[in-house]
């Protein structure tokens, strides 16, 4: 079979995302601020919480982000397109031979996690890395009790960090992890300390150290209220109409004939939908904007389409582009679920547009 010719470009898609790479970078330059005694890095794991490496990496590095978190070994390798390998630090660590193999060849810095993970990076030499102690949210680091064990020790530590389970909330344990991390940082030597993310940069300078792991405010997230005025939205979606109908009384729109029309109306498809991160649990309650209107929300998402009500925007017709609102504290609620997962789950068919 001959591959067809694309060289005309693919056909648009109907929808599209929009990054503000201005909010991106002054998102990125109010949290540095913010890290008083500290620089602000970026949490770029997930592709950038959803919203791309290759687009928003530059722009966070022009910024003046210098150091880059990713979970995977495999995320690395897109990174290394846009910054320096020792400006690259691997959450997860080296779990295999082979991640100290991939760490070696590209000088992607690990964050040893475990007296395992110590003992492999000291075997294979023993570069310059960084360490997770653990201080109370049990899911990866060191036990402080294992930061004396010789293999620590001898390691070559950059940053020395440890990661807030309750920063965005008003609890007790944020005071009592903040005290254990200072405790444990006299047990070993390290260059730089580091414990904030993004609502860890709002709890106040006690916590900025060195450096700061901003990710979900970096992407428009508000995970405490103190930043509600700082941090701006960085990714905007707009859809178009794809089909308007008449409808008369009585008729239904979607599935489960959610929506009955009370009286005739005129209602417009659009082309969105939970492949690209439009939950159902969006659509009660919910409008689309055009022009400074509401347009509500008829029915439930049906797959790949919303319906909406055209009554009151008569000069809308197909192909016009609508507004869908995404201010991500407001979004995610509706969504009823958390900021973090409404980013990561918008679809690579919506940043296809
Ligand atoms: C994901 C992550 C961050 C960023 O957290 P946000 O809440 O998105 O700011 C910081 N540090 C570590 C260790 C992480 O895993």
């Keep these: 079979m001959s591959r067809p010719d694309f060289s005309l470009g693919l056909p648009p898609p109907s929808h599209r995302l929009n990054i503000d790479t201005n909010a991106l970078a002054h998102n990125w330059r109010a949290l540095d601020r913010l890290s008083v005694s500290g620089t602000a890095g970026a949490a770029v794991k997930a592709d950038c919480y959803g ?69 492999r990076w000291s075997d294979a030499g023993g570069a310059t890395c960084h360490l997770m102690v653990d201080t109370g949210i049990n899911r990866l680091g060191l036990a402080v009790g294992d930061l004396s064990d010789p293999s ?16 965005d909330e008003d609890s007790s344990m944020n005071a009592r992890q903040l005290s254990a991390f200072r405790e444990a940082s006299g047990k070993v030597r390290y260059k730089r300390l580091s414990l904030a993310n993004s609502a860890g940069i709002a709890l106040g300078p006690d916590y900025a150290f060195d450096v700061t792991r901003p990710g979900l405010a970096l992407y ?77 929300l008829l029915g439930k998402v049906s797959m790949d389409m919303i319906v909406i009500d055209l009554t009151l925007a008569p000069d809308l017709t197909e ?30 068919r919506l940043r296809a547009g």
Excluded at 77 to 99: F, S, Y
Excluded at 266 to 295: C, I, K, N, P, W
């Design 51 to 119: 919203l791309g490496t290759d687009t928003c990496v530059p722009v966070l590095r022009d910024a003046g982000a210098a150091m880059f978190f990713v979970a995977h070994w495999s995320e690395a390798a897109p990174l290394l397109e846009h910054v320096r390998a020792d400006q690259v630090a691997v959450l997860h660590g080296p779990m295999t031979g082979a991640d100290v193999e991939f760490a070696r060849a590209t000088g992607a810095v690990p964050v040893i996690n475990s007296l395992d993970q110590a003992r």
């Design 152 to 167: 620590v020790q001898s390691l070559n530590i950059d940053v020395f960090m440890s990661h807030l389970a309750c920063a």
């Design 220 to 296: 428009g997230g508000v995970p405490r209220e103190e930043l509600s005025g700082t941090i701006h939205q960085v990714a905007h979606i707009e859809a178009a109409i794809i089909q308007v109908r008449e409808i008369s009384a009585g008729e239904c729109v979607g599935y489960n004939a959610e929506f009955q029309a009370p009286d005739s109306m005129r209602v417009g498809t659009v082309s969105l939908g939970y492949a690209d991160g439009f939950l159902r649990a969006r659509g009660r309650d919910f409008a689309l904007e055009h022009g400074g209107r509401q347009l509500p």
């Design 319 to 348: 192909g016009d582009w609508l507004k869908v609102p995404f201010y991500l504290p407001v979004a995610a609620q509706q969504s009823a679920v958390s900021q973090y997962e409404l980013l990561t789950v918008l679809g690579h």
